[in-house]
């Protein structure tokens, strides 16, 4: 039956199968770009989203932590009012990811991570409870680690659970991404094959069977075979093009992925260096607690010196008397020594010897009167040293109870904690410069989609042309059917 066909025929037939190879090629390139453009779409509105806000939970979290830990430790309002803004972007992060189309073990982890968020602000509402009946940081920090530490863990660990959710399912998309764009490269590489070699093909029977009159034609069709070849490939390439950038996509996901875990760790840094700073706090309390208890034993000693300084000289003062009294019997006796040397004068020669033993009398007289005058004079020269250690010795003391209000002074100092804020504010940067690296990633993120919106324009012009190179290649048969006239049938 064919060989009864003219050639027009036979022709139109040829380039019927020709069109109908690049309407297929097209039509092939078109869907397999709405599927790896669909697929894009997903991941960048559903999947990157929800790994966004899995990120934005955890920084939130970290952030409440830290700012109920700052209330704790200074009672500044600031630090409360900054862990409740971080609890309202958390709950609004968690409505979010709730209110996209989430599988039913999505569901459930959202809802987990919704009851571990309400445990864990339960913990904090307590440790802030007891921030208004207990000053001591010690017992609110341990309070907060007993408490709060373990729901925090809980809770992490179910965003993490979450967020390695996301990235596993964004891989998936991705390798589905990557499989539709090798078949639909295979398969538009194989019609590409197939219309070539159909029209070299046509071009070998119309050699042999047409004229001159048709080569112009023929090198039309040949011309219009490469520009379809040509469209081919540059739509393989535009796909090879979007899968490349799919992967660049994932690659800065991990890498922002890698980043918000690096701020959550300069965070744990950040209550790490906060926990040492009170055990540092605590231990400089203790020890101005045992400085001030031995001012105290010196205070004591102080005081004991000072009466029995006191007794000294009261004791001084006895002496003094006694001293008095052997004066007193000194002038006596020295008055009696000179009344018994005129009454030995009187008596004469038989008085002689009493006046040497009265006069003996008097001389020892005049010696304990000098020696009562050197100790009378000592014990001024004691009473003197007495007054001068007694007032140095009160001097002493007010030294003593000026430094026990220094070292009082120093113990509100240690309790206020203040000058250890410089450490805190040392992680604090490592934080800003982890969030800027975070911000480098994201920019990283925006190129690598426009790239691919960019490839995926470039696709659908390339399936444009090939449908117009198939518009063309049907004219074109249209001009050929008109050339050639109908044939017999050959017996």
């Given amino acids: 039956m064919a060989q009864s066909w003219t050639f027009g025929k036979k022709l139109g037939a040829a380039f019927g199968i020709v069109v109908l190879l690049t309407v297929g090629m097209g039509a092939t390139s078109y869907y397999a770009l709405q599927v790896v453009v669909a697929q894009k779409d997903r991941v ?22 830290a700012g109920v830990r700052g209330y704790l430790l ?55 409870a007891l ?12 309070s907060f680690r007993a408490r709060v530490a373990p729901a925090f863990d809980a809770l992490e660990a179910q965003v993490d659970a979450f967020a390695a959710r996301q990235e596993r399912l964004m891989e998936e998309v991705r390798l589905e991404a990557d499989e539709s764009a090798a078949r639909a490269i295979a398969v538009i590489t194989g019609l590409v094959i197939a219309a070539v070699a159909l029209a070299l093909g046509i071009g070998v029977f119309l050699n042999r069977t047409l004229n001159r009159q048709i080569g112009t034609s023929i090198q039309h069709v040949r011309s219009s075979s490469a520009e379809l070849q040509a469209t081919a490939t540059q739509q393989a390439s535009a796909a090879k093009e979007q899968a490349t950038a799919m992967s660049e996509i994932s690659t800065t996901m991990g890498e922002l992925l890698a980043t918000s875990r690096q701020i959550a760790d300069s965070a744990r840094d950040v209550a790490k260096i906060a926990a040492d700073t009170a055990a540092g706090a605590t231990t400089g309390k203790e020890s101005v607690r045992d400085a001030r208890l031995a001012l105290d034993g010196i205070r004591e000693q102080v005081g004991t010196i000072v009466q029995h300084m006191l007794d000294l000289g009261k004791k001084s003062q006895r002496i003094g008397g006694i001293l008095e009294i052997i004066n007193e019997l000194a002038e006596q006796t020295n008055i009696l020594a000179i009344n018994a040397t005129i009454e030995a004068a009187g008596a004469g020669e038989a008085g002689r010897r009493f006046a040497v033993v009265g006069d003996e009398i008097r001389k020892l007289a005049d010696r304990v009167g000098s020696s009562t005058k050197e100790i009378r004079e000592l014990i001024e020269e004691v009473r003197a040293a007495v007054n001068t250690t007694v007032m140095a010795t009160e001097t002493g003391s007010k030294a003593v109870e000026a430094g026990a209000e220094r070292f009082a002074e120093l113990a509100k100092a240690f309790e206020s904690i203040g000058e250890l804020v410089d450490t805190t504010t040392g992680a604090a940067r490592e934080i800003e410069l ?23 324009r470039e ?5 444009g042309q090939t449908l117009q190179t198939a518009s063309q290649l049907a004219a074109l048969s249209d001009n050929l059917a008109r050339l050639i006239q109908s044939q017999p049938a050959i017996a």
């Avoid at 960048?44 to 790994?51: F, G, R």
């Avoid at 921030?131 to 341990?142: G, I, K, V, Y």
């Fill in 44 to 65: 960048i509105t559903h999947h990157a989203q929800n790994l966004a806000d899995s990120l934005r939970m955890l920084a939130a979290m970290e952030g409440n932590n």
């Fill in 74 to 128: 200074t009672g500044e309002d600031r630090y409360r009012a900054g862990a409740e803004a971080d609890a309202v972007e958390f709950q609004a992060a968690l409505a979010r990811v709730l209110e996209r189309d989430l599988t039913s073990e999505a569901r459930q982890l959202g809802a987990e991570i919704g009851a571990s968020r309400t445990a864990h602000q339960g913990r904090l509402d307590e440790v802030l």
């Fill in 131 to 142: 921030r208004q009946s207990e000053a001591d940081t010690t017992a609110l920090l341990a």
């Fill in 434 to 456: 982890s969030t800027k690296q975070q911000t480098t990633a994201v920019e990283q993120v925006n190129v690598a989609i426009a790239n691919t919106a960019q490839a995926t």
């Fill in 459 to 463: 696709a659908e012009a390339g399936s």
